[in-house]
């Protein structure tokens, strides 16, 4: 690679670890304990993926990733939420979470409920209530406000967790028969395209509307970041299998859970061959993109690690 | 009452209950069961308060309600999130909601998890998505959505939500000190501000930003909807104790839960005479606004309305 990603990605991510305690401190008059809970998870670290890619998708059009801070945060917030509703007890039911308890684990399930509630809300407040260079008008910011809410509510995220429910128990029983695994591929499909790559989608779409990017540049660049998503969710799956658990600091809940997953239905070798080819399309959509060559370069270098997280 | 309340209630309700599930319909790609899902709880009915202060709230400056219809529908969206999640087993645990049996009654605890959590998304998907006329400008809507954002997160709802967690279990023990009662009347002011009072009060400011209100009306109507709404807490507080249970399709969960409240603390009484004076506190408020005479008074009777459901 032509950069240091990692440092890269080092250096831009504490910008983002650094700000997010400091946006619910500004939230004035929240509840204690509801205020530590929602800083315990976004304090869980992370890579954080898809503020780095909103900074970077911005950067292309001149400005700098700083400026829009509040709006990386406010899509990690999102991201968080998601995260602790995602392993409440009714839900994956798990106890771990990048090596650390899970959030209901240490305050309960009803807290923890409240938290993610406070972290998807005031991920809007964040993105609303921030100053932005005034190149960043009102109509730029409700456009990202916009964005955000499709990829994340019932057109996008939320729609694949439903969907992630539904084909829970798709794989019992000792064989899948071939109308079944092709069944499960196109479930599995919409389950990936909405649960991860939505998400991530929105990340490269925010930063080109806060740029107030192209139409035809935003289009790429969606198309970027839905191919990356996939690409991040099959290498996931594949992780889920073979990853040292300790490392991943996660307990393999996809597996225990018999959930369906490219490594459940194409076998590992088969899920590798996918995520090759997603990352292949994903930079063939990006080469597409004009614009400044150094975060092109950033891109394109996060979408080789999400590629290559597991190998 | 110088106008029929009741009827004008109601035909505007109306507009509303068409509205919602239109508004689902439009989340294009959405999971089936859980559209379903939400909009089973959005169809559940009750009074459409929310909306109908709004839309008075914005009259008052000229404008028309319908024109905001997507704004009224998006809080009304937001309620209804908090309604399925606070009935959760983590949290009240309630079986029936107006009469009908609790979401996750019905579609799961997971479900009704991210039925909550799409609501409150898509919401801002709503909001930020419709088309408004002319004179309502990006400026106007992304203000709209801040305030939403404010009062429905941890500065606003959710901390609400969360002390109502700590308060539970404050009226074990045969007898209540007097320091205890005051702390716990201090504590009730801070749940039912936020619980309650918060996402009423957005409903009157979200009507005065999309009109562009001038500074000193729009606070004038903040306080009307601080006191109105907590006018209608205590209102609940003495329903769930005297009020027929059938009539009220719940099941008095707060006296089962031995939840603090205003008739726990100062009896039925007591908590009549306090609806009283918040209701006097919220019509002097809204003297203070000038502007068309006839949302005044739309919203004058709904908050007589408010104040008498319980006699």
Partial sequence: MAMDIVNYMRARAAAVDAALPAFVRGLGGAQPRLAASMTYSLAAGGKRLRPLLMGASYEIFGGKARDILPAACALEMVHTYSLVHDDLPAMDDDALRRGRPTNHKVYGEALAIL??????????TVLTSSRYPRSVGPERVLGAARVLAQRAGAMG???GQAADLQAEGFLRGPKLAPARRSAGLKLLAYIHLHKTADLITAAVEMGAVLAGAPAKDFKALSSFGRELGL?????DDIL???GDKKKLGKSGSDARNRKLTYASLLGVEGARREARALLDRALARLRAVPGAAAPKAALEAMAGFVYGREN
């Fill in 115 to 124: 938290a993610g509630d406070a972290l998807l809300t005031d991920a809007f």
């Fill in 157 to 159: 995220m939320v729609s």
């Fill in 240 to 242: 889920d299998v073979v």
């Fill in 231 to 235: 690409c991040f969710q099959v290498a």
